[in-house]
């Protein structure tokens, strides 16, 4: 009998001796942040010091894009494992939760793994999350506490783009958001842990305090590098539906205020940063720093103007690329840079990887685990997003290739035409390149699930 006490007396040992060595996940979303951010490169008026200093940690991707260029598919789709013609969740209207069971999920996946898991913030749609998959969340956010708009705020904005100064007192619920991510980082833990914390700018309205308008001077702010007047002239029916010029960007001609506009987008970034750099250094003193994967990425880009278009909703460069960045200790090196087209599909797939948990069969997406070792690796799966049903792009080193459900197609040559002023699609000596594109063009296309209430959310 003593035997028996002393062999289960180490087994439990041995057992919590392996849930410690498992890494910890620090699962890091930001909402509407494209590739504005100093590493980059995108747009040299970006500020991003703490965004940087965590790309140098570890493998930043520079080409790195959503599986859809909305809220609610692109995090269902990085949450599930499912792409969104697997699941029909394309819009912010259509819930993920009836077409996405439990046990799908991936926080679902640490769970019965024997992870503790936290999340804050905005990881899915409007910060929903469904109970039994998460070992605690945060609840009562309130967006509009304690904002007051600065008395040199003309107005919130021009039409549906929403921004202003507030005072320098102000608060936003990021702070809170970000604050339950410190707290839990700076936790002894008996079980390894997965914390999500989803920060909400630069997501409009664009009303952060002045001090971050104030480090861009309107004086000082150039428009889009890559706008130009004519930019729709040879974009098909189906693309300029999607621009919709006659809207936002209309406006914003009529209003005067497009540096203003830009201005506030800069303004919000520099406010995302410095929450970021809130939470890293919180990590730099936590207790399980050293064995810590950061995974960081958003979820989808921003068009301010480029091709006449405001917001994401659309299938170009400017509103599917987002920051993508890897610190996996004993794997990543610092100051790796990945140049291979990747999409946000693999965060699931590689955290499996990374964190021996087994991966499900329903998961798409490729494993980034030789990209992190080695950011110069070979590779030659491109990037996929979907935006509506049967609406497509596809991404590789050289080109962008569009196909809607019309059949109107656009194709872009990435190295001569980064900002993809010339569509080349009807080229007839450039139909093999489509044609190699196409058969990376998802085959299930379901149709769209069925739509829930319309929020606020959906027009930005």
């Not at 069971?101 to 640490?110: A, C, E, G, I």
């Not at 898991?117 to 945060?138: C, N, Q």
């Not at 621009?243 to 987008?265: F, N, V």
């Not at 991404?395 to 059949?407: C, E, S, V």
Request: with cysteine; net charge neutral; proline share 7%.
């Amino acid at each position: 009998m003593k035997k028996f006490i002393i062999a289960a007396f180490v087994a439990l040992l041995t057992s919590a001796a392996m849930a410690q060595s498992k890494p910890n996940v620090l699962f890091i979303a930001v909402d509407d942040l494209n590739a504005w951010v100093g590493h980059l490169g995108a747009n040299p008026q970006a500020k991003t010091p703490n965004i940087d200093r965590l790309a140098k940690r570890g493998v930043t991707f520079t080409r790195a894009y959503c599986a859809a260029p909305v809220c609610n598919p692109s995090r269902a789709a990085l949450m599930s494992g499912l792409r969104p013609g697997a699941t029909g969740v394309y819009d912010n209207s259509e819930p993920w939760q009836p077409v996405i069971s439990k046990d799908k999920t991936l926080t679902t996946q640490f769970l019965g793994a024997g992870y503790e898991v936290f999340g804050a913030g905005k990881i899915y749609h409007s910060s929903a999350h469904r109970p039994g998959e998460w070992s605690d969340y945060l609840a009562g956010e309130n967006r509009t506490a304690k904002e007051t708009a600065h008395p040199t705020a003309k107005n919130d904005g021009v039409g549906g783009i929403k921004f202003q100064p507030l005072t320098d007192d102000s608060t936003l619920s990021d702070e809170g958001i970000v604050d339950y991510g410190i707290q839990h980082l700076g936790k002894k833990h008996d079980k390894p842990f997965f914390l999500a914390v989803g920060v909400h700018k630069p997501h409009m309205p664009w009303n952060v305090p002045k001090k971050y308008y104030d480090r861009f001077p309107l004086e000082t702010i150039k428009l889009p590098a890559g706008y130009r007047e004519d930019d729709l002239k040879d974009v098909p029916p189906a693309g300029v539906k999607l621009a919709k010029p006659q809207g936002d960007h209309a406006q914003m001609l009529e209003s005067g205020r497009w540096k203003e506009a830009i201005q506030g987008y800069l303004a919000a970034i520099s406010y995302c940063d410095e929450q970021i750099g809130r939470l890293l250094d919180a990590y730099d003193k936590s207790p399980e720093k050293e064995n810590t994967i950061i995974v960081f990425w958003g979820d989808h880009g921003w068009h301010l103007g480029e091709k006449s278009h405001w917001r994401k909703f659309a299938l170009w460069e400017e509103a599917v690329r987002a920051p993508f960045i890897w610190v996996a200790p004993g794997v990543t090196k610092p100051g790796g840079v990945c140049d291979r087209t990747v999409d946000f599909m693999s965060i699931f797939p590689t955290l499996c990887d990374l964190t021996g948990i087994a991966r499900p069969a329903h998961v798409e997406g490729s494993n980034l685990r030789t990209l992190l070792a080695n950011p110069k690796a070979a590779w030659s799966t491109p990037a996929i997003t979907t935006y509506g049903q049967n609406n497509h792009t596809v991404r590789d080193a050289n080109w962008r290739y569009i196909r809607y459900a019309n059949g109107d197609e656009e194709l872009y040559d990435e190295i001569k035409d980064p900002y993809e002023f010339t569509n080349l699609a009807s080229k007839p000596e450039l139909a093999n390149v489509k044609a190699e594109l196409a058969k990376w063009l998802p085959k299930i296309n379901k149709p769209a699930a069925k739509g829930g209430a319309r929020d606020k959310d959906e027009e930005y």
